[in-house]
């Protein structure tokens, strides 16, 4: 069974970083790629960042393109997200979440397995 638990999210000011930890479980990394996607009140869920599993191809959001920074450590099949001068437009809940697929993560439509997701809110 597939099971993505976010950690890391908390109160911050402007300008100030994050890092957020996907922990996974259930499944190959070499075989997915994983995926952050944040929702804010009022606004639908969006895509911010990616990385396949087997090539650490990586993507990014233009809205956090500079910012922010995906990793992997698939030894320990763990996913973080390094989010660096944040704004409060940044301010949502992240999820992670998992799709089946080798080398490309940027179909972010296609997303099927999910986190309970990580609130990060960031104060001005």
């Known amino acids: 069974e597939v099971q993505l638990v976010e950690s890391g999210g908390g109160l911050v000011q402007a300008g100030g970083s994050l890092r957020l930890s996907c922990a996974a479980s259930?499944?190959?990394?070499?075989?997915?790629?994983i995926g952050w996607f944040r929702q804010a009140p009022g606004k639908e869920r969006e895509g911010v960042s990616c990385?396949?599993?087997?090539?650490?191809?990586?993507h990014y959001a233009d809205s956090v393109k500079g910012r922010f920074t995906i990793s992997s450590d698939n030894a320990k099949n763990m996913v973080y997200l390094q989010m660096n001068s944040l704004q409060p437009e940044d301010t949502a809940v992240y999820y992670c979440?998992?799709?089946?697929?080798?080398?490309?993560?940027?179909?972010?439509?296609?997303?099927?397995?999910w986190g309970q997701g990580t609130q990060v809110t960031v104060s001005s």
């Open positions: 979440a998992a799709l089946r697929s080798t080398y490309y993560c940027s179909n972010y439509g296609q997303y099927d397995h």
């Open positions: 259930g499944f190959s990394f070499d075989d997915y790629a």
């Open positions: 990385i396949s599993g087997r090539i650490g191809l990586t």
